[in-house]
């Protein structure tokens, strides 16, 4: 079964860096998502990309945020600053049609000291 | 704006007890219904997901759901758990929308979990 595939899996990073997150959709997918999970919390919603372009974020995704597929395989999200509070784990998900469904991949797991 | 509710964060049950979960969402509009599963350590699964058609929607590992829509509730059950099931259950919405591209977006908007905690 197609996989969505995130790395690393664990990172650990100082306060006020720049970390870049990668995932690797499913190859036939054209949406793809970022979700993050402070621990202990819901899953929240960061934004959805589209056709190269940013199609829906939330109020979480701000300016310290960005999201890019600089190939045809990979979706990044960079946190241009990090913050102790950004500290949760980050999901990437792809789908076909949005509406049918999605994939998520396993986390990678940001610790922010 | 949309938000879902579960009402239960922790469930503990016996094995072969029966389950139901709870989830209860706020939107006006079409909706789809999905319910995921979070294993200790683990990512999100999907367990069954709603789109249309029969309200008795029946996915993986013996999980069914109802959705009934005047109650706008999504509720998860299954007849008799067993200790594999302990894990973390989360309800989510998307709104059910056609786009001018012919295709369909939305995020999802999951509920708080429902943590369940399953004794041997």
Same mark, same amino acid.
């Given at each position: 079964?197609?996989? #969505?595939?995130?790395?690393?899996?664990?990172?650990?990073?100082?306060?006020?860096?720049?970390?870049?997150? &990668?995932?690797?959709?499913?190859?036939?997918?054209? %949406?793809?998502?970022?979700? *993050?999970?402070?621990?202990?919390?819901? #899953?929240? @919603?960061?934004?959805?990309?589209?056709?190269?372009?940013?199609?829906?974020?939330?109020?979480? =995704?701000?300016?310290?945020?960005?999201?890019?597929?600089?190939?045809?395989?990979?979706?990044?999200?960079?946190?241009?600053?990090?913050?102790?509070?950004?500290?949760?784990?980050?999901?990437?998900?792809?789908?076909?049609?949005? *509406?049918?469904?999605?994939?998520?991949?396993?986390?990678? &797991?940001? !610790?922010?000291? | 704006?949309?938000?879902?509710?579960?009402?239960?964060?922790?469930?503990?049950?016996?094995?072969?007890?029966?389950?139901?979960?709870?989830?209860? %969402?706020? %939107?006006?509009?079409? #909706?789809?219904? =999905?319910?995921?599963?979070? %294993?200790?350590?683990?990512?999100?699964?999907?367990?069954?997901?709603? @789109?249309?058609?029969?309200?008795?929607?029946?996915?993986?590992?013996? =999980?069914?759901?109802?959705?009934?829509?005047?109650?706008?509730?999504?509720?998860? &059950?299954?007849?008799?758990?067993?200790?594999?099931? !302990?894990?973390?259950?989360?309800?989510?919405?998307?709104?059910?929308? *056609?786009?001018?591209?012919?295709?369909?977006?939305?995020?999802?908007?999951?509920?708080?979990?429902?943590?369940?905690? #399953?004794?041997?």
């Amino acid at each position: 079964e197609p996989e #969505v595939t995130q790395t690393p899996s664990h990172q650990v990073t100082q306060m006020g860096q720049e970390v870049i997150l &990668r995932c690797v959709p499913i190859s036939n997918h054209l %949406y793809f998502y970022w979700y *993050r999970q402070i621990l202990g919390q819901k #899953v929240e @919603f960061l934004v959805s990309f589209y056709n190269n372009e940013i199609s829906e974020k939330s109020e979480i =995704f701000d300016d310290q945020f960005s999201v890019e597929r600089p190939d045809g395989s990979n979706f990044t999200l960079k946190i241009r600053s990090t913050k102790l509070e950004d500290s949760a784990m980050y999901f990437c998900a792809s789908s076909d049609k949005g *509406r049918y469904g999605y994939t998520f991949g396993s986390g990678t &797991r940001l !610790t922010v000291v | 704006a949309q938000s879902v509710s579960q009402h239960n964060h922790h469930v503990i049950l016996s094995e072969a007890a029966s389950l139901e979960l709870g989830c209860n %969402y706020s %939107y006006g509009g079409t #909706v789809n219904l =999905f319910w995921y599963v979070q %294993y200790p350590g683990q990512h999100l699964q999907l367990l069954l997901k709603y @789109f249309s058609g029969d309200p008795l929607v029946k996915g993986i590992k013996g =999980f069914e759901a109802e959705f009934i829509k005047s109650k706008f509730s999504f509720n998860l &059950r299954k007849p008799s758990v067993q200790w594999s099931d !302990t894990a973390e259950y989360f309800c989510a919405v998307n709104r059910s929308w *056609r786009g001018s591209y012919g295709g369909s977006q939305g995020n999802l908007i999951f509920g708080k979990g429902t943590k369940l905690s #399953v004794k041997p």
